[in-house]
């Protein structure tokens, strides 16, 4: 097996035993090797990771999906940071002129795509709960 460089294992798993299941080795990220890292100041929900991409990285490539081009996958299409998150925050307004509160829950319906994750980030933007409603399951 090839070695593995970013991750690293913590804890050996378990056969099963006295009614119990069997456990897999426990692995860790490599940053992680020792213990967790300390929260970063300011990070304190998946909308301030973003925000901070953001923040950091306005023009870089962020989300992008394959035209369709006569019936064949083309060339990546790509939304930056900046225009992932001015995209959000119009559907993020949307979502509360619709009665949505912070802790309201909001379902999303669709296939994986740029979409989805844009409406998922509107939704962290304003506190609503993201309920993926997958069209695969």
């Known amino acids: 097996m090839a070695e593995m460089q970013h991750v690293v294992k913590v804890e050996e798993g378990r056969p099963a035993a006295d009614g119990r299941p069997s456990v897999g080795p426990t692995y860790r990220s490599a940053f992680a090797r020792d213990g967790f890292l300390a929260p970063v100041d300011g990070l304190d929900s998946c909308y301030d990771i973003f925000r901070m991409a953001v923040e950091k990285y306005p023009n870089n490539r962020m989300l992008g999906h394959r035209a369709i081009v006569d019936g064949k996958a083309g060339a990546y299409v ?39 994750i844009i409406t998922m980030e509107a939704c962290n933007a304003h506190g609503v709960y993201c309920v993926p409603l997958y069209d695969t399951l």
């Open 78 to 116: 790509w939304r930056t940071y900046k225009e992932v998150f001015d995209i959000a925050n119009k559907i993020g307004n949307s979502i509360r002129s619709c009665g949505l509160t912070k802790g309201s829950r909001c379902g999303i319906y669709g296939a994986n795509s740029p979409e989805w």
